[in-house]
């Protein structure tokens, strides 16, 4: 994907950027292959590969939920920074916390955040079951099996906040019988499904409440 075909993109699911904001992201990737070299973050590393499998699938969040009305968001397991940093430089109006639980990633992360002089953005190196916050928004890009996952998020939400997993293929992890018994104690709100602009993987978006608070 080139940067011409990744605005045409976002254009597609109503994110529209300024050149500040896409001089970020151009920065964002300098900075990402820089430390690369020093630690494992990512094995995509081709400007058009990092562009589409990394940025616009980060921003594709906005499908299921207006992130121009959210607060505070949580990124747990962020890794190499998705999708959280790219929400933060697409829309400033977030409040974004970033877990990662590798202290060297929360290192470069921070080198991040400060030459790209973003503010309200803080990367905590603990692991998700062990931070205590409420958040509006909770998100996680493949990091774990859905169900597992979970047991790390849910209680990072507010009383009306929303989980939203970030998935490739969920056949597996959400049979009947998985959703079932994720449905016992959380509600499966909405499961949004489409494929990846070029190359055509698909993309689960799996928005999840507590279920005593959607009564």
């Not at 494992?40 to 992130?67: A, C, G, M, P, Q």
């Not at 494929?195 to 507590?210: A, F, H, M």
């Amino acid at each position: 994907m080139t940067k011409e075909e990744f605005i045409k993109e976002l254009k597609k699911i109503n994110v529209f950027l300024t050149e500040k904001q896409l001089e970020q992201l151009d920065k964002f990737y300098h900075i990402l292959i820089e430390w690369n070299e020093k630690i494992n973050l990512t094995r995509i590393i081709k400007e058009e590969d990092v562009y589409l499998k990394h940025f616009y699938d980060s921003l594709t969040l906005s499908r299921i939920v207006d992130l121009t009305k959210v607060d505070t968001l949580c990124d747990v397991g962020t890794g190499a920074g998705f999708p959280g940093i790219v929400l933060k430089i697409c829309y400033p109006n977030l409040k974004i916390t970033l877990i990662d639980s590798l202290n060297k990633r929360i290192t470069y992360l921070n080198e991040v955040i400060k030459q790209l002089e973003l503010k309200d953005i803080t990367a905590i190196h603990v692991r998700a079951e062990q931070y205590q916050n409420k958040f509006d928004v909770v998100t996680s890009r493949a990091v774990a099996n859905i169900e597992k996952l979970l047991t790390y998020t849910m209680h990072l939400l507010k009383k009306d906040g929303i989980f939203i997993a970030m998935k490739g293929n969920i056949s597996s992890e959400l049979s009947q019988e998985a959703q079932k018994k994720i449905n016992k104690k959380y509600k499966i709100e909405k499961i949004e499904s489409f494929l990846l602009p070029y190359e055509n993987s698909i993309r689960n978006l799996i928005k999840i409440t507590n279920k005593e608070n959607s009564k």
